[in-house]
């Protein structure tokens, strides 16, 4: 079973975005994929959770 984890700024732009997101994490989860999704909260959230999830395997 493969894996995928959304990563994502919820404060950014126009905020139009999530129920997008919402939709393909819907999707993905609908095609046999396990979905994590992660919300950032501060600068370099994101990059952060890209290390610890690559290096988790």
Known sequence: ?????VIC???SGRQLIQKRIDA??????NNG???GK????????AMYETIKTVSEG
């Open 38 to 45: 992660f919300n950032t909260e501060k600068k370099d959230d």
């Open 9 to 11: 700024n919820p404060s």
């Open 1 to 5: 079973m493969q894996s995928v984890k």
């Open 24 to 29: 393909l994490c819907n999707l993905l989860i």
């Open 33 to 35: 994929y396990v979905v």
